[in-house]
């Protein structure tokens, strides 16, 4: 097996790298005030609804909701794996892909964490919409709804289990949620939602995929001012990092 890669190379990538250069060069892009503007290449649509930022490197349908980095883009557009797109990148930017050793012990992971977490962030993300405290908040700290949905802010409303609800009616089981660090399960044994009447922020890793949450909270009552999600499969706190993980359908390779 060929050895890993290093996060800090992915990472001096990711920084090297233009977005607008790497779209560019595939979708049909015009500028647009800051940012640029074009076809969506993911869905077909006639007028542009596509939007990419070189300020935030970051890309943005506004029909599909796709979105991501340059990373992200090139596994949708080319329909590559993370390590090929790692490759073509690094090679576009004239960069060889370093290898090191690794005594790390891959960790299989259920791939309904993954889905269960990105269907949890579209329930936070309508919810901010219907809490008027929530969006008041946001506003106070200077942000906008443009850059709310750019970085998919959401909002956990009050409730034991606001979100478990609707995401078991969507076949995301309780095991899965637990797994994921959305629910959380007390001594007596009683499950009920880990973040309730807080803002929302995804944590993604460099694939551009959910990989836990933050949450402020927005008033007095008990809890932390933020509370953060436990240690997963797919989310390692301690190291400030994420783990490099090959997923149950193999398609991570590094």
Excluded at 17 to 36: H, P, T
Aim: hydrophobic letters at 35%; one cysteine or more.
């Amino acid at each position: 097996m060929a050895g890993l890669i290093p996060q800090s190379f992915i990472n001096d990538l990711i920084d090297r790298a233009d977005i607008v250069d790497v779209v560019g060069s595939r979708v049909v892009l015009k500028k647009s005030g800051k940012n640029y503007s074009g076809l969506c290449p993911f869905h077909d649509e006639k007028s542009p609804s596509f939007s990419v930022s070189p300020d935030k490197q970051f890309f943005h349908c506004f029909g599909c909701q796709e979105s991501g980095s340059a990373l992200t883009f090139l596994m949708k557009y080319e329909r590559m794996d993370f390590v090929e797109a790692v490759e073509t990148l690094a090679k576009d930017l004239g960069l060889t892909v370093p290898r090191e050793k690794s005594n790390r012990n891959y960790i299989e992971v259920d791939q309904r964490i993954y889905q269960a977490l990105e269907k949890a962030e579209r329930v936070y993300k309508q919810r901010l919409r219907g809490m008027p405290a929530a969006v008041d908040y946001l506003k106070g700290r200077g942000l906008t709804g443009v850059t709310a949905r750019d970085f998919s802010i959401g909002y956990a409303p009050e409730g034991w289990h606001s979100l478990s609800e609707v995401l078991l009616n969507e076949d995301v089981s309780a095991e899965v949620m637990l797994k994921a660090g959305l629910t959380i399960k007390n001594d007596s044994g009683r499950v009920y939602d880990r973040f309730r009447h807080r803002i929302m922020f995804p944590i993604r890793d460099v694939r551009g995929r959910v990989i836990g949450f933050g949450g402020r909270k927005l008033s007095d009552e008990e809890g932390p001012k933020y509370l953060n999600s436990p240690e997963t499969p797919v989310f390692a706190k301690k190291s400030g990092t994420v783990r490099f993980i090959r997923s149950a359908q193999g398609s991570a390779k590094h």
